[in-house]
């Protein structure tokens, strides 16, 4: 298709689905999946990336609490501190097809499609590094993401950790969206497959547990909330082409922070000033 890209915020959508990323939208995590190509490239070593694995193991079994997350996020900041941004977005962008596409659940794909269809807005709310969520996003067709960000200077990652999009902040993020687009938060819909997004689940009029564990799924249960399963992969080279801008909200900033899960023990699933940027 030919012509200069439509905003997709044009159109002013009636109500918004907010989309957990990992578990979700993909099979595992996001920032696990990079830990080949990030030892390729020599940012990781062996020994992390069997880590990684060991890791990938324990989120299919249990998830994480959050006193796991803020271990993990501390030890984590201070691993990739120094890290070139630059070289981050390079890995992610040459190996996303190769890396991500296998992973994207069909069904999730379809359920996107559906809402962007019913004229819903679609947003992918994650606590995985922007750098890896925005071109997932991108990917399967959301309008717009929200992530973690950490701070950047002369090109290099701090180690401060400056927004981390996670819990609460996934529910403040949506109800931010929602007062500024004129959205009843009764009329939107939120998906996540993790206890820890249950302020984001409780803040929207529709929630549905996807791929729940132990703990949402009673929640779930107790609250006759829907629950999905999604398992099939995306066929490979079928589904993905080029879509429509995707806007990315930055609230703050934490960019590498679930990115680099890979190199640690785990990521498992994954306000400062609003700014929107448009990515092709």
């Given amino acids: 298709m030919s012509g200069t890209p439509v905003d997709p915020l044009s159109a002013r959508p009636t109500a918004a689905a907010f989309f957990d990323l990992d578990k979700t939208v993909i099979a595992g995590s996001s920032a696990l999946a990079f830990s080949r190509p990030f030892r390729r490239r020599g940012l990781i070593n062996r020994r992390a990336v069997l880590r990684s694995g060991y890791a990938q193991l324990l989120l299919v079994l249990a998830g994480a609490d959050a006193d796991t997350m803020e271990h993990l996020r501390r030890r984590i900041t201070a691993l990739c501190t120094g890290w070139e941004v630059a070289q ?131 929640k779930a249960l107790e609250r006759g909330w829907p629950i999905l399963t999604f398992t099939a992969p995306v066929p490979l080279r079928t589904r993905f082409r080029p879509s429509a801008p995707v806007v990315v909200t930055a609230l703050g900033g934490a960019g590498v922070l679930a990115l680099v899960g890979a190199s640690w023990l785990g990521v498992w699933r994954g306000r400062g000033t609003v700014g929107v940027t448009l990515c092709r």
Avoid at 90 to 107: F, G, N, R
Avoid at 110 to 128: Q, Y
Wanted: glycine share 6%; aromatic share 6%.
């Fill in 88 to 218: 981050v977005r390079a890995i992610v962008s040459e190996t996303l097809h190769e890396i991500v596409v296998p992973l994207v659940y069909a069904e999730a794909t379809e359920l996107i499609t559906a809402h962007r269809a019913a004229g819903e807005e679609v947003v992918v709310l994650s606590a995985s590094g922007q750098e890896v969520v925005e071109p997932i996003a991108v990917l399967v067709g959301a309008d717009r993401c929200l992530a973690t960000r950490m701070g950047v200077e002369d090109g290099r990652y701090t180690g401060a950790v400056e927004y981390y999009c996670y819990g609460e902040e996934k529910a403040r993020a949506a109800r931010d969206i929602a007062a500024a687009r004129g959205y009843r938060l009764a009329d939107c819909r939120a998906y996540s497959d993790s206890i820890t997004d249950l302020p984001l689940l409780e803040a929207v009029g529709h929630p549905t547990a996807v791929n729940p564990d132990r703990a949402l799924r009673r």
